[in-house]
């Protein structure tokens, strides 16, 4: 293999890797390790709209709403994103919370199933969650309304800061969402997150195994037993 080529797989199996990763956790796991490391992601309000049965992880892509001015035609709101997604991203759209409207409905789910997306995530409201579901896409909003966006909300941009239940969330970032809610991690603290968040799960697993063994409870749950995981020494938190 060229040197060239070399440097290119290199980044592309590091991100496959970490991707793995990220999808063997679960949304809990990476919200602690948020909390110990000081930092934002855990949002609240958003619920799957059907039940995975797995968590929907990947890289951000986001897509900002905002209500239709004008009579002219325009173009439906994230089809451009959709159109040239890449396998694994998860499309997020920032409709500031509206419920009154979906923005999200089957003829898209279809789309980005075909692209290869791992899921969507609204701060608002979606639609045709039936469909979604029949393709396999996971779907997280506030709630699902028939109301369709056609003639009431456009996309204002894409790939640009959005907030998502008040956290901002850039495209890059990553997220994991699953039945008990939506984390987004920083791009810039991925690994340090995912890494803390990796022995997080390795610490409940033995706690959940000394419950199975007959242990007490209240003695599991003891620090002095199961030491809370903190960040490496020398670390920043």
Known sequence: ?????VATAAPEAFEAQLMDR???LDSCAVSDALDTLGLQGAVTGLTARWTPREPAAGRVRTVKAAPKSG???????????????DPGDVVVIDNHGRT????WGGL???AAKQRGIAGVIIDGACRDVQESEAVGLPLFARTAVPVSARGRIVQESMDQPIQVCGVPVFSGDLVI???NGVVFVPAAE?????????????REAGMSEAVRSGMNVAEVMHDSRFPAVVAEAGAPA
């Open 100 to 103: 009154d409207v979906s923005c």
């Open 22 to 24: 990220l999808r063997a």
């Open 71 to 85: 009579s002219g035609p325009t173009t439906h709101i994230a089809t451009p994103l959709v159109a040239k997604a």
């Open 190 to 202: 991925a690994e340090r997150v995912i890494e803390l968040a990796e022995r997080i799960a390795e």
């Open 1 to 5: 293999m060229l040197e060239a080529e």
């Open 177 to 179: 969402a699953d039945w």
């Open 108 to 110: 898209l789910a279809e």
